[in-house]
């Protein structure tokens, strides 16, 4: 029973967090097709979702999520948040590049907030959750130096937390170019790094005292000692 329970929570989180992740919403039918299970199980999921506020359903029987989710999601968001957004912000709109935060999770490193450049122009396809290799892309590499020296690290990471921050070509995504920096915070603190991505090289490679400028700023609004 306990089992069963446990498989229960899990598939409902995982729905939830496929509904948030869908603009559009999802169907019970698409939900159960990416769940591998039944309509009448995927249907049973978001009815809980939708009891406890955490999904809606709208005339097209599309499930998307409710408010309830936004009102925890506000209620616990980290002063991280709070103080990255106008860095990011300022940041975004100086280089005229997507500016983001990112934090280590797993063996990932997972954007939790995205800034685009003002204006138009051509967009990246990077949103909050996207989630990147620690040991591959600047953002990783930089969540990696933010720590101390680890046995066995590739030499890569020492290079970057020697410089104080990384820059990486066309690493991850074709074309695209990488610059982040990690934000001095406390040791108990969970690492963050600021990051830039353009698709021009020579944009990238300009925008690394900025970048440096940046989590400097977000570090001591965070009261912590800034990069040296």
């Known amino acids: 029973m306990a089992a069963e329970g446990s498989q229960t929570l899990e598939r409902g989180l995982m729905v939830l967090r496929m509904i948030a992740e869908e603009r559009d919403g999802l169907t019970a039918s698409e939900v159960g097709a990416r769940l591998g299970v039944h309509r009448s199980v995927a249907y049973r999921l978001l009815t809980a979702l939708v009891r406890q506020g955490f999904a809606a359903k709208d005339g097209a029987h599309r499930y998307r999520v409710g408010l309830a989710f936004f009102t925890l999601a506000e209620l616990t968001r980290p002063p991280l948040l709070d103080a990255a957004r106008p860095v990011l912000r300022d940041l975004a709109a100086e280089l005229g590049v997507t500016a983001c935060l ?3 999770e797993g063996q990932e ?3 939790v907030a995205v800034v685009e450049p003002p204006g138009p122009g051509a967009r990246l396809s990077y949103r ?4 990147d290799p620690l040991d591959r ?3 990783g590499l930089a969540l990696l130096a933010a720590g101390p020296p680890a046995a066995g690290e590739p030499d890569r990471v020492a290079e970057v937390r ?12 074709p074309g695209v170019f990488g610059v982040a920096a990690p934000v001095v915070r406390r ?5 963050a790094a600021v990051t830039t991505l353009t698709h021009r090289e020579e944009l990238a490679e300009q925008a690394v005292p900025a970048v440096l400028a940046a989590a400097r700023r977000l570090s001591r609004a965070l009261d912590t ?3 040296r």
């Open 109 to 111: 490193a997972v954007a």
């Open 128 to 131: 909050v959750g996207n989630r």
């Open 102 to 104: 990112v934090v280590p």
């Open 137 to 139: 892309g600047a953002g």
């Open 162 to 173: 020697d410089r104080g921050y990384a820059l990486t070509r066309e690493e991850i995504i």
């Open 187 to 191: 040791t108990h603190e969970q690492p």
């Open 225 to 227: 000692p800034g990069p």
